[in-house]
């Protein structure tokens, strides 16, 4: 079975610090990986995505994200908060043989301290 | 280009009532899924349809059920409500490779249901 494990609920950064959200994921075969942003009140938005490609991801807003498969995780990073940065991130997981099922994390709330 | 989009946006129901929810996918998308999202957690699946088909179902009870339409638009029904199934219910579309992976899934705004 696959799951996702997101680390820290909430993260709290400065404006201008460095984004660092943690994602670990366990699957049986090799995965497709995302991370989807979700505002207040709004759907899910697609910020990356793995698909046994090139393992170091870029995404928009500047966020990127890098598979390690040795440590079976795929961290959310970005340089330099902004204001804008704050909502709830969601990290995900597929099977390339069921990628229609997405297992979402719990998510974690990034806020950001002007 | 549209979204997807999704009606109605907020629900009040009372518990044993029925409900259904409405999805429009993006244009040329043939393929539909639904989530639930309880407040506090991540979405979890619910079903996908393709081609009018279901290709994948969630660990939910009978009383979740969904249809897909000729134009690939999709209803999402729910029987006998419970408390327990208030929630933001999201649909997401997709567009199916040569290999019939999806690998992105788009996300309407969602449906907020509230069951008292």
């Known amino acids: 079975a696959q799951s996702v494990t997101q680390l820290g609920s909430h993260v709290s950064v400065s404006e201008g610090a460095l984004v660092l959200l943690r994602c670990n994921y366990s699957?049986?075969?090799?995965?497709?990986l995302f991370w989807y942003v979700q505002y207040p009140n709004q759907g899910l938005q697609l910020l990356l995505k793995y698909t046994s490609a090139a393992t170091l991801v870029k995404g928009i807003n500047g966020f990127e994200a890098e598979f390690k498969k040795s440590e079976t995780s795929f961290h959310l990073t970005k340089p330099s908060a902004h204001m804008s940065d704050a909502a709830e991130y969601f990290c995900a997981v597929s099977r390339m043989d069921s990628s229609y099922k997405l297992i979402f994390g719990s998510g974690t709330r990034l806020l950001v301290r002007p | 280009d549209a979204g997807v989009t999704q009606s109605p946006t907020h629900l009040i129901k009372t518990r044993g009532q029925h409900v259904t929810l409405r999805c429009s996918p993006i244009s040329g998308h043939k393929s539909v899924s639904w989530y639930q999202q309880v407040l506090g957690q991540g979405p979890q699946f619910i079903f996908q349809y393709y081609e009018k088909e279901e290709r994948g179902r969630g660990n939910f009870p009978d009383r979740f059920s969904a249809r897909q339409f000729p134009n690939y638009s999709s209803e999402l029904n729910v029987n006998a409500l419970l408390l327990g199934d208030s929630a933001l219910y999201l649909c997401?579309?997709?567009?199916?490779?040569?290999?019939?992976?999806?690998?992105?899934?788009?996300f309407g705004p969602g449906t907020r249901l509230t069951v008292t």
């Open positions: 997401a579309s997709s567009f199916l490779n040569g290999v019939g992976q999806d690998y992105e899934q788009y």
């Open positions: 699957s049986s075969v090799p995965p497709y």
